[in-house]
């Protein structure tokens, strides 16, 4: 029978089946009987042969199996009860016996009805409940199923089952994954087939799971898989019986686990961990970890080595037995301390060494915290610090003898510094000793040079001079003899003066090096110069060298002592000469140069600016570096002692460096020389125009004249006067400067004045100068002078107006020069000098005198007022053409001396020197033509332009 089916059947089985209240079962059960009751009596009375227990069994039947065995004995007792009561009466009265029969009958059919009825209800319910449970027990196992399926698609881990012939059954995703092979094709394939590389590790495990039935847990397992070949992975395995029906086992299960990463982190870990320890027991130091209790639980080898006991790891240490007593109580309570707050520990103490000794160490830890910020564990270390503690232990006991040291060794320091000064003190003392030794030298060689130049020269002088004695004839009456000796006495003398004029060119040259040759600077255009000498240098050079000029042209002019000039040339060329032995090209060559401050700070005493620059070059055979180095030496020469004096070279750069300019040779051995000459150029364009060449023949003739001689030498003397006296003057000879003045006090007018510079002791020759020159305006002044670096020359220039004869001299220059002083124009009238500086006075007077003028000096105002009255009122005085005055006088302004002149004089033509901004002064004399100014201070070219723009043509210079 079908329990769940929804037939007829079902439904009388639930009908049965339900359980239902009591109340429930006691009213359906009365309502079917009082319903077959009803029936009954209802039917009885509408046919009277109905049989009437008919009804009243299907009754108890329904009660029975509805509501169970007491409803059922109730409906049987309620209905053999009515019945009962409904039994008619016999004929007898009584109950009739049929009725009676079939009450009974009917009782015990309502027994027999009941209890059948009873036990198929019963066995009806029985079946029903069984049903029930079956179903629910079916539904649980499918969930069961699904859920385990789930489980196995869905494990992260791998899930396989192997039958009996370790054939695959089944796998899960991650199997699949795992070995990389699709999941629906491991089913029926062999493990060896599958995964040939795995085979042989899993098999024997799965036979002992058939077996044994045994659970074997976390096998590990290595190898390559399809799904990475050649890449070494690792599994962790696990296999488990499975019994389907029987006690059998009919399946082995497989879990996989890939733990490859793990491996790898665990290798990882392991190294590192290995390296933390290596490192800790190559520390030179202690190192130890601690629980947070405090307890050590490491400790490197430099314990045991230290403290000779064993550490083994894990085991428990008691350090601090190992402690100084007196450092113990301290180091614990710091201990305790940080193992209560978590702060790191540091502390220093001495340790027990395994020999009993102690030793200072610097202990520290630090706290490793948990995630949760607990402490995990406490890393120490302790550094031997021994050393330092000694260290410091010293140090500070010896601070004081440090301090001690100190002050000894500063004191040491100063008498080391007072000796080193000593020391460079005697340095600088032997320094200047050597150079004064060294100067020495030079000038001994310097000496040396020239005794040996002049000793060959002399010796020529006086051979020749003897010669010529010897050859004095002891009779003068014999004439013939007398003639012939004549002509050799002659020669003789010929030769002597030969010897000295070479000896004059000997001394010439040597002042030249040395810079103290009296120069006549004057405005001089080079190209002039040079193009003027090219005959001499054709003559000098010969016919194998070729002279070739390059000029510039609109060269600066410059201010040079032509004669100098020309010299310093002539000495070149001849050297260019004597190097092109074969021949060659000798070139000279102008320009216009900047010397910038670059090239000046290179060299010494060389300010930069304009310079007038003279090349002359040579294809010659060059110098090498020494000859170049020492070539401007005096004496230094590379030629036999007839061809070179060496001096030539030493002229040119005495004479140009003299001049305020630079020289320079560029020469390379083999390859020619040049030797640059840079002249300063003449910034002003003067209104002195160049004088005219000098006359150069001893005849040139003056009127007789009264020329007073001073000269210390007797013999240049009486030679000068002779020569003198020879050309028509009257001589005056004078041996000093107070002989001089003698003559004059005895009434001697000399038109000239010729003196030495230098005379004897007493007074000089320009002190002479002036005093004659005070006594006698007119006379005119010829210096002559070896050697000047004195009164007369300034600086290596001559004063303005100075007239100078060097010596040596021949006595044809001697004439020309008097002759041409004493031809030059008389004077021009008189000039009134108010100056109150007696230096600028005594210039100015001489600028004037040299250009005709008779000049008064006034020191103030008021006396140059009072000159110029008394020259008005003449009284045989010469009368006043110029006044030059000062702005800054003593007594007035210059303006009011100006001014009050005017009122004497009113033509009176004057000159203002001021130390002012000349326009204003210009201003003060609101426009007359008759003032000029010149700002001091002023030279010759300035007061000249400012006479001639008055209207006094410029004289020229003898
Ligand atoms: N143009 C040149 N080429 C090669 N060497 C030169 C030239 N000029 C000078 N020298 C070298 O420099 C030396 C010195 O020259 P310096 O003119 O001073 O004396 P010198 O020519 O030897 O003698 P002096 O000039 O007195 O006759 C020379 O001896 C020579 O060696
Ligand atoms: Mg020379």
């Given at each position: 029978m079908d329990l769940s089916s929804r037939g007829p059947a079902g439904l009388f089985l639930r009908i049965i089946a339900e359980p239902r209240p009591l109340w429930w079962r006691f009213a359906f059960a009365g309502t079917v009987v009082a319903a077959a009751l009803v029936l009954r009596l209802g039917l009885i009375a509408w046919m009277v042969e109905f049989p009437p227990y008919l009804l009243q069994l299907p009754a108890i039947i329904v009660v029975a199996l509805v509501c169970g065995a007491e409803c059922g004995l109730a409906a049987i007792a309620v209905l053999v009860g009515v019945n009962a009561a409904l039994l008619p009466e016999g004929p007898?009265?009584?109950?009739?016996p049929s009725a009676l029969a079939s009450l009974l009958s009917f009782t015990v059919n309502s027994f027999a009805v009941w209890a059948i009825a009873g036990l198929v209800r019963t066995t009806l319910r029985r079946l029903d409940s069984a049903h029930a449970a079956l179903l629910s027990a079916a539904s649980e196992q499918t969930a069961v199923v699904a859920t385990l399926e789930a489980l196995l698609q869905h494990a992260p881990v791998g899930f396989a089952f192997f039958d009996a012939q370790r054939r695959f059954i089944r796998v899960n995703e991650m199997l699949a994954r795992i070995d990389g092979i699709p999941a629906r094709e491991h089913a029926g394939r062999s493990l060896a087939d599958m995964l040939p590389q795995l085979a042989d590790a899993v098999t024997p495990s799965l036979e002992r799971v058939l077996a044994t039935g045994e659970v074997i847990a976390d096998v590990e397992l290595e190898g390559a898989t399809p799904a990475a070949p050649g890449v070494w992975r690792h599994f962790l395995v696990s296999y488990f019986p499975v019994r389907t029906s029987s006690e059998a086992i009919s399946l082995v299960g497989m879990i996989v686990v890939e733990i490859t990463e793990r491996k790898r982190a665990e290798k990882a870990i392991a190294a590192s961990e290995q390296r933390y320890r290596l490192l800790a027991e190559a520390l030179p130091k202690m190192v130890w970890t601690s629980s947070p209790a405090g307890t050590g639980d490491y400790y490197n080898h430099r314990w045991a080595e230290y403290t000779g006991v064993e550490a083994p790891p894990g085991e428990v240490v008691e350090w601090h037995a190992f402690l100084h007593p007196e450092e113990k109580g301290g180091v614990m309570g710091a201990w305790e301390a940080s193992l209560a707050s978590g702060n790191p520990f540091s502390r220093e103490c001495r340790f027990r060494a395994k020999d009993g000794s102690y030793r200072w160490f610097l202990c520290r830890a630090v706290p490793v915290r948990d995630e949760d910020g607990r402490v995990d564990r406490w890393y120490g270390s302790c550094t031997d610090i021994s050393e330092i503690v000694a260290a410091r232990e010293a140090l500070s006991r010896t601070n004081e003898d440090l301090e001690r040291l100190a002050a000894a060794r500063t004191m040491q320091l100063a008498e080391t510094n007072t000796l080193l000064k000593q020391e460079m003190e005697e340095r600088l003392r032997a320094e200047s000793q050597l150079r004064q030794a060294q100067k020495m030298e030079a000038v001994g060689q310097l000496t040396g040079g020239i005794a040996h130049d002049f000793n060959n020269l002399l010796t020529i002088i006086i051979g020749n001079i003897e010669a010529a004695e010897r050859r004095v004839?002891?009779?003068?009456?014999?004439t013939r003899t007398q003639e012939i000796k004549t002509q050799e006495i002659r020669r003789f003398l010929d030769y002597g003066r030969q010897g000295a004029l070479r000896a004059a060119i000997l001394t010439q040259r040597l002042l030249a090096f040395s810079r103290r040759q009296p120069l006549d600077p004057r405005p001089t255009d080079v190209n002039r110069l040079v193009t003027g000498m090219s005959h001499m240098l054709r003559s000098a050079l010969g016919e194998r060298v070729m002279v070739e000029t390059v000029l510039a042209g609109g060269l600066w002019r410059t201010e040079i002592d032509h004669n100098q000039l020309e010299n310093a040339i002539l000495n070149l060329a001849v050297n260019a000469r004597d190097a092109m032995m074969d021949g060659g090209k000798l070139t000279i060559e102008t320009a216009n140069a900047y010397l910038d401050e670059a090239y000046c700070a290179e060299h010494e005493d060389l300010e930069p600016g304009q310079y007038v620059a003279i090349f002359v070059s040579d294809t010659g055979m060059g110098m090498s570096d020494d000859v170049r180095a020492r070539?401007?030496?005096?004496?230094?020469?590379?030629?036999g002692p007839k061809d070179g004096t060496g001096l030539g070279l030493s002229q040119v750069y005495g004479f140009v460096k003299q001049s305020g300019g630079h020289v320079m040779i560029y020469s390379e051995r083999g390859d020619g020389t040049t030797v640059k000459l840079y002249l300063p150029r003449l910034e002003e364009t003067p209104?002195?125009?160049?004088?005219?060449?000098?006359?150069?023949?001893?005849e040139t003739r003056a009127a007789p004249a009264v020329v007073l001689m001073v000269e210390d030498d007797d013999q240049l003397r009486t030679m000068g006067a002779a020569t003198l006296r020879e050309a028509g003057h009257t001589v005056i000879e004078a041996e000093d400067a107070s002989a001089a003045l003698d003559a004059l006090s005895r009434g001697a007018r000399p038109d000239l004045l010729f003196t030495d510079?230098?005379?004897?002791?007493?007074?000089?020759g320009r002190g002479l100068a002036d005093e004659v020159k005070r006594r006698l305006p007119r006379t005119r002044v010829l210096f002559t002078t070896a050697y000047a670096r004195n009164a007369v020359v300034h600086q290596g220039r001559l004063d303005p107006g100075m007239k100078l004869l060097t010596k040596p001299y021949s006595q044809s220059e001697l004439v020309t020069k008097v002759n041409g002083m004493l031809d030059e124009p008389a004077l021009r009238g008189a000039v009134l000098l108010v100056e109150d500086e007696p230096f600028v006075a005594m210039v100015a007077s001489q600028i004037l005198e040299d250009q005709g003028f008779k000049v008064t000096v006034a020191s103030h105002g008021e006396a140059a007022l009072s000159h110029a009255r008394n020259a008005k009122a003449d009284i045989g005085r010469d009368a006043l053409v110029l006044a030059i005055v000062d702005i800054g006088l003593p007594d007035m302004r210059g303006d009011e001396v100006v001014r009050r002149l005017g009122e004497i004089a009113p033509e009176l033509p004057v000159i203002v020197a001021t130390g002012y901004a000349t326009q204003d002064i210009s201003q003060m004399f609101g426009g007359r033509v008759d003032v000029g100014v010149i700002s001091k201070p002023y030279d010759g070219a300035t007061l000249v332009a400012a006479l001639e723009r008055l209207g006094f043509r410029p004289q020229g210079q003898g």
């Amino acid at each position: 029978m079908d329990l769940s089916s929804r037939g007829p059947a079902g439904l009388f089985l639930r009908i049965i089946a339900e359980p239902r209240p009591l109340w429930w079962r006691f009213a359906f059960a009365g309502t079917v009987v009082a319903a077959a009751l009803v029936l009954r009596l209802g039917l009885i009375a509408w046919m009277v042969e109905f049989p009437p227990y008919l009804l009243q069994l299907p009754a108890i039947i329904v009660v029975a199996l509805v509501c169970g065995a007491e409803c059922g004995l109730a409906a049987i007792a309620v209905l053999v009860g009515v019945n009962a009561a409904l039994l008619p009466e016999g004929p007898d009265g009584g109950v009739a016996p049929s009725a009676l029969a079939s009450l009974l009958s009917f009782t015990v059919n309502s027994f027999a009805v009941w209890a059948i009825a009873g036990l198929v209800r019963t066995t009806l319910r029985r079946l029903d409940s069984a049903h029930a449970a079956l179903l629910s027990a079916a539904s649980e196992q499918t969930a069961v199923v699904a859920t385990l399926e789930a489980l196995l698609q869905h494990a992260p881990v791998g899930f396989a089952f192997f039958d009996a012939q370790r054939r695959f059954i089944r796998v899960n995703e991650m199997l699949a994954r795992i070995d990389g092979i699709p999941a629906r094709e491991h089913a029926g394939r062999s493990l060896a087939d599958m995964l040939p590389q795995l085979a042989d590790a899993v098999t024997p495990s799965l036979e002992r799971v058939l077996a044994t039935g045994e659970v074997i847990a976390d096998v590990e397992l290595e190898g390559a898989t399809p799904a990475a070949p050649g890449v070494w992975r690792h599994f962790l395995v696990s296999y488990f019986p499975v019994r389907t029906s029987s006690e059998a086992i009919s399946l082995v299960g497989m879990i996989v686990v890939e733990i490859t990463e793990r491996k790898r982190a665990e290798k990882a870990i392991a190294a590192s961990e290995q390296r933390y320890r290596l490192l800790a027991e190559a520390l030179p130091k202690m190192v130890w970890t601690s629980s947070p209790a405090g307890t050590g639980d490491y400790y490197n080898h430099r314990w045991a080595e230290y403290t000779g006991v064993e550490a083994p790891p894990g085991e428990v240490v008691e350090w601090h037995a190992f402690l100084h007593p007196e450092e113990k109580g301290g180091v614990m309570g710091a201990w305790e301390a940080s193992l209560a707050s978590g702060n790191p520990f540091s502390r220093e103490c001495r340790f027990r060494a395994k020999d009993g000794s102690y030793r200072w160490f610097l202990c520290r830890a630090v706290p490793v915290r948990d995630e949760d910020g607990r402490v995990d564990r406490w890393y120490g270390s302790c550094t031997d610090i021994s050393e330092i503690v000694a260290a410091r232990e010293a140090l500070s006991r010896t601070n004081e003898d440090l301090e001690r040291l100190a002050a000894a060794r500063t004191m040491q320091l100063a008498e080391t510094n007072t000796l080193l000064k000593q020391e460079m003190e005697e340095r600088l003392r032997a320094e200047s000793q050597l150079r004064q030794a060294q100067k020495m030298e030079a000038v001994g060689q310097l000496t040396g040079g020239i005794a040996h130049d002049f000793n060959n020269l002399l010796t020529i002088i006086i051979g020749n001079i003897e010669a010529a004695e010897r050859r004095v004839p002891a009779d003068p009456g014999d004439t013939r003899t007398q003639e012939i000796k004549t002509q050799e006495i002659r020669r003789f003398l010929d030769y002597g003066r030969q010897g000295a004029l070479r000896a004059a060119i000997l001394t010439q040259r040597l002042l030249a090096f040395s810079r103290r040759q009296p120069l006549d600077p004057r405005p001089t255009d080079v190209n002039r110069l040079v193009t003027g000498m090219s005959h001499m240098l054709r003559s000098a050079l010969g016919e194998r060298v070729m002279v070739e000029t390059v000029l510039a042209g609109g060269l600066w002019r410059t201010e040079i002592d032509h004669n100098q000039l020309e010299n310093a040339i002539l000495n070149l060329a001849v050297n260019a000469r004597d190097a092109m032995m074969d021949g060659g090209k000798l070139t000279i060559e102008t320009a216009n140069a900047y010397l910038d401050e670059a090239y000046c700070a290179e060299h010494e005493d060389l300010e930069p600016g304009q310079y007038v620059a003279i090349f002359v070059s040579d294809t010659g055979m060059g110098m090498s570096d020494d000859v170049r180095a020492r070539a401007f030496e005096p004496f230094f020469t590379t030629k036999g002692p007839k061809d070179g004096t060496g001096l030539g070279l030493s002229q040119v750069y005495g004479f140009v460096k003299q001049s305020g300019g630079h020289v320079m040779i560029y020469s390379e051995r083999g390859d020619g020389t040049t030797v640059k000459l840079y002249l300063p150029r003449l910034e002003e364009t003067p209104s002195v125009p160049e004088p005219a060449p000098p006359r150069t023949d001893g005849e040139t003739r003056a009127a007789p004249a009264v020329v007073l001689m001073v000269e210390d030498d007797d013999q240049l003397r009486t030679m000068g006067a002779a020569t003198l006296r020879e050309a028509g003057h009257t001589v005056i000879e004078a041996e000093d400067a107070s002989a001089a003045l003698d003559a004059l006090s005895r009434g001697a007018r000399p038109d000239l004045l010729f003196t030495d510079v230098r005379l004897g002791d007493g007074m000089d020759g320009r002190g002479l100068a002036d005093e004659v020159k005070r006594r006698l305006p007119r006379t005119r002044v010829l210096f002559t002078t070896a050697y000047a670096r004195n009164a007369v020359v300034h600086q290596g220039r001559l004063d303005p107006g100075m007239k100078l004869l060097t010596k040596p001299y021949s006595q044809s220059e001697l004439v020309t020069k008097v002759n041409g002083m004493l031809d030059e124009p008389a004077l021009r009238g008189a000039v009134l000098l108010v100056e109150d500086e007696p230096f600028v006075a005594m210039v100015a007077s001489q600028i004037l005198e040299d250009q005709g003028f008779k000049v008064t000096v006034a020191s103030h105002g008021e006396a140059a007022l009072s000159h110029a009255r008394n020259a008005k009122a003449d009284i045989g005085r010469d009368a006043l053409v110029l006044a030059i005055v000062d702005i800054g006088l003593p007594d007035m302004r210059g303006d009011e001396v100006v001014r009050r002149l005017g009122e004497i004089a009113p033509e009176l033509p004057v000159i203002v020197a001021t130390g002012y901004a000349t326009q204003d002064i210009s201003q003060m004399f609101g426009g007359r033509v008759d003032v000029g100014v010149i700002s001091k201070p002023y030279d010759g070219a300035t007061l000249v332009a400012a006479l001639e723009r008055l209207g006094f043509r410029p004289q020229g210079q003898g």
